[in-house]
């Protein structure tokens, strides 16, 4: 069954590092997101994208993020200076079209310290 | 626009059981459920569609009332293997919108 995978799975760093997640989507996806998720806490949107562009970006979203997709087949979220409250798990997440069922990736656990 | 779910956690027995709510204070166009397990990703169980239908997923099943704008989750004779968190993620257009998800309902059977 394809799946969405999702590298790496676990990650520490220190503060103002920059971090890359790396997610490959499952193929014929066409609209790819990021989410993340606070230890213990609700799932929130970060970014989606669709047609080589970001098609919407919540608050969280702001100038220390950046996404893209630069060969056709991975999904990449950069955070260029991380910060402690970014600490989270991030999940990816694809489908193939936008009404439809969301395939999340098991997520990256991000650790800043 | 985030969608408010109800209870926050509920313990059931096997065999028993549970409704969970998910409500908005704006029209929806679509409501999904997802189950997360610890530790695991999302799994999706199941969308629904305005037009107040309802959809059945083996001993989970759920309704859509579109004047209420409220969906519930219903798990009958709950087993073991349902416990774990369950998220509604809800859609207000039918465009390229992404689901909000609510906080959750974190779901323990126990034997």
């Known amino acids: 069954e394809p799946e969405v995978t999702q590298t790496p799975s676990h990650q520490v760093t220190q503060m103002g590092q920059e971090v890359i997640l790396r997610c490959v989507p499952i193929s014929n996806h066409l609209y790819f997101y990021w989410y993340r998720q606070i230890l213990g806490q609700k799932v929130e949107f970060l970014v989606s994208?669709?047609?080589?562009?970001?098609?919407?970006k919540s608050e969280i979203f702001d100038d220390q993020f950046s996404v893209e997709r630069p060969d056709g087949s991975n999904f990449t979220l950069k955070i260029r200076s991380t910060k402690l409250e970014d600490s989270a798990m991030y999940f990816c997440?694809?489908?193939?079209?936008?009404?439809?069922?969301?395939?999340f990736g098991e997520g990256s656990r991000l650790t800043v310290l | 626009q985030q969608p408010v779910q109800s209870p926050q956690a509920v313990i059931l027995r096997e065999g028993e059981d549970a409704v969970i709510n998910c409500s908005s204070s704006k029209a929806l166009y679509s409501v999904h459920w997802y189950r997360q397990k610890h530790g695991e990703a999302p799994v999706f169980l199941m969308i629904l569609l305005k037009g107040g239908e309802q959809k059945g997923h083996e001993k989970i099943s759920a309704s859509f009332n579109e004047k209420k704008q409220q969906s519930s989750l219903y798990l009958t004779a709950s087993q073991l293997s349902y416990s774990g968190t369950y998220f509604c993620g809800t859609a207000l257009n039918s465009g390229n919108t992404p689901l909000v998800f609510g906080k959750g309902t974190r779901l323990s059977v126990i034997a």
């Open positions: 997440a694809s489908r193939t079209d936008y009404t439809g069922e969301l395939f």
């Open positions: 994208f669709y047609n080589n562009e970001i098609s919407e």
